[in-house]
Nanobody
Framework: QVQLVESGGGLVQPGGSLRLSCAAS????????MGWYRQAPEKQRELVAR???????NYADSVKGRFAISRDNAKKTAFLQMDSLTPEDTAVYYC??????????????WGQGTQVTVSS
């Protein structure tokens, strides 16, 4: 059974920082793309950042220059460093990973979500 476990969310003041982690476990044979989406109340889920197996990175325009995504393939973990946070970054953040899994076709897997709240 494949799991993505997220950590690092919480409450932070405007201008502050948080670091999210997403650890994948299970019968994983390959890790392709990893990334983060977020969903704010009454808004659609949006892509925040994505990193490919080759290290190519995409960011949403709203987070460029403030967020940084990285991954540790040996630990099957992705990270999202979030700096200069604003109230508009408040949302539930979901990790996803495009995985090859033993005995299964390649597919996307999702974490349970972690709440990020930016407020004074």
């Amino acid at each position: 059974q494949v799991q993505l476990v997220e950590s690092g969310g919480g409450l932070v003041q405007p201008g502050g920082s948080l670091r999210l982690s997403c650890a994948a476990s299970g019968a994983i044979t390959s890790i392709y793309n990893m990334g983060w989406y977020r969903q704010a109340p009454e808004k659609q889920r949006e892509l925040v950042a994505r990193i490919t197996s080759g290290g190519s990175i995409n960011y949403a325009d709203s987070v460029k220059g403030r967020f940084a995504i990285s991954r540790d393939n040996a630990k099957k973990t992705a990270f999202l460093q979030m700096d200069s946070l604003t109230p508009e970054d408040t949302a539930v953040y979901y990790c996803y990973a495009d995985l090859g899994v033993l005995g299964r076709p390649r597919d996307d897997y999702w974490g349970q979500g972690t709440q990020v709240t930016v407020s004074s």
